[in-house]
């Protein structure tokens, strides 16, 4: 895909959706953050949810600590104009942690594209895609078709958590960003010309 270079660089937010101990979560990330740092269109963010740390209880009311982190993450969500969504599938979906940051926040997520890099063991985390594909269509994002899936993800990564033939996921990384840059420009340009009717 042809795309033309923004004036203003895209701030694309990684989400990484494991805060499980002992994660493979990291080494998949830091992976797809080279390969985001790399693209020309986007300058990188790491929102990462065991650092955001986000109770599963909502609450209108929250406490100081929870006011505290949701000061911290709100604000680079808002910032951004595009997600990557990381994550892992646990039992044919995706982790409470990721559904916990999504649902503590509304706005930040409107009229902007997501696009998912997944991984686990068969599936390689396309059912969690899935499933986050509804969860995103309600709160008026648009999921980008082309996805990154790491199948048997520990297997594919050496000791040194380096790709044993990067040659498949970086040319699939390099769709997704193509594509995530071409809904990020067209919908940064038009939530600046026209309130998005939410
Ligand atoms: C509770 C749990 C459930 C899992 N369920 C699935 C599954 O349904 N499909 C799959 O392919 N892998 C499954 N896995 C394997 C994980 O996707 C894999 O271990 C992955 O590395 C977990 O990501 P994390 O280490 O970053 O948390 C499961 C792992 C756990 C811990």
Redesign the pocket.
Known sequence: MQTTTPDTPLNLAVLL????E?????V?ADWFLARAREHADFTVDLVDVADADLPTALSHAPGPAVRAALAEVGPRLAAADAFVVVT??????Y?ASLKALVDWHFAEWQAKPVGFVS???????L??VEHLRQVFAELHAVTVRDTVSL????ALFDADGTLRDPSGPDAAAKKLLDQLAWWAGTLRTARTTRPYAA
């Open positions: 959706g494991s805060n499980r002992g994660r493979f979560a990291p998949v892992p599938e646990y039992n044919h979906s982790p991984y686990g063991g068969v599936s390689g985390g059912r969690a199948h048997n993800a520990g």
